[in-house]
């Protein structure tokens, strides 16, 4: 009898510290995937902040439109501004849609990949309204001083083109970063990249959901 009440014993401590464990694991769920969803939050008001500036970007060409240009170098860089404020809503658009689709009440698995999406979605974001700006501030300035009636590529073509120059010596040197980081064995310089490519956030978020995976590979281990 005492041997079969020890076993008894033995039997529902294990299921006890079972219950423990999954309690754990479920309270540990729960806190990381809320950290998670409030690490987003500056990605979402990051999202929404491109949205106005896309706007107005496009307003800005609705202002060129209004003068009815008729050089073809003014109306190239209207044309530009004006897709780069559309481009501005749509990618944002897109990560806002990746962002929406992700299931918190998923796997921890399925969430990853939701961060995932989100991150490709994130990755199109940057280069669409971020990387062009290497570029980008030449039609600008055609823009504003078409505004005032002032052809900038009749009166200063070496602007545009140092421009041109200057944008894509910018944009190699930012790929050519990029691709260090990936073959780096520095850590450091790889988290760097990505911090300044991907946003704080957005990596916190991947980095608590890996918490989590490790916690309960370590409990089913």
Same mark, same amino acid.
């Given at each position: 009898?005492?041997?079969?009440?020890?076993?008894?014993?033995?039997? /529902?401590?294990?299921?006890? @510290?079972? #219950?423990t464990?999954?309690?754990?694991?479920?309270?540990? #769920?729960?806190?990381? @995937?809320?950290?998670?969803?409030?690490?987003?939050?500056s990605?979402?008001?990051n999202?929404?902040?491109?949205?106005?500036?896309?706007?107005?970007?496009? /307003?800005?060409?609705?202002?060129?439109?209004? +003068?009815?240009?008729?050089?073809?170098?003014?109306?190239?860089?209207?044309?530009?501004?004006?897709?780069?404020?559309?481009?501005?809503?749509?990618?944002?658009?897109? =990560?806002?849609s990746?962002?929406?689709?992700?299931?918190?009440?998923? +796997?921890? =698995?399925? =969430?990853?990949?939701?961060l995932?999406?989100?991150?490709?979605?994130?990755?199109?974001?940057?280069?669409?309204?971020?990387? %062009?700006?290497?570029?980008?501030?030449?039609?600008?300035?055609?823009?504003?001083?078409?505004?005032?009636?002032?052809?900038l590529?009749?009166?200063?073509?070496?602007?545009?083109?140092?421009?041109?120059? +200057?944008?894509?010596?910018? =944009?190699?040197?930012?790929?050519?970063?990029?691709?260090? %980081?990936?073959?780096? %064995?520095?850590?450091?310089?790889?988290?760097?990249?990505?911090? /300044?490519?991907?946003?704080?956030? @957005?990596?916190?978020?991947?980095?608590?959901?890996?918490?989590?995976?490790r916690?309960?590979?370590e409990?089913?281990?």
């Open positions: 009898m005492e041997l079969d009440e020890l076993k008894s014993t033995w039997q /529902a401590l294990e299921k006890a @510290l079972e #219950r464990n999954r309690l754990n694991a479920a309270m540990l #769920r729960q806190q990381k @995937l809320h950290a998670v969803h409030g690490s987003l939050r990605l979402w008001l999202q929404a902040f491109q949205i106005i500036v896309g706007v107005l970007f496009i /307003a800005l060409a609705g202002l060129l439109w209004s +003068t009815k240009p008729t050089a073809l170098s003014v109306i190239v860089g209207g044309v530009t501004v004006q897709a780069y404020g559309i481009g501005c809503i749509v990618t944002a658009g897109g =990560v806002f990746s962002l929406h689709r992700i299931d918190y009440a998923a +796997t921890v =698995v399925a =969430v990853q990949d939701g995932a999406r989100v991150r490709r979605a994130y990755g199109i974001c940057v280069l669409v309204a971020g990387l %062009s700006w290497w570029f980008l501030w030449v039609p600008i300035l055609m823009v504003l001083a078409a505004l005032v009636h002032i052809n590529y009749a009166h200063a073509p070496s602007v545009i083109w140092i421009g041109m120059g +200057t944008g894509i010596a910018g =944009v190699a040197g930012t790929y050519g970063m990029y691709r260090y %980081s990936q073959r780096s %064995s520095s850590a450091r310089v790889r988290r760097f990249v990505e911090l /300044a490519m991907f946003g704080r956030g @957005l990596q916190k978020a991947l980095s608590q959901l890996d918490e989590i995976r916690f309960e590979q409990l089913q281990g």
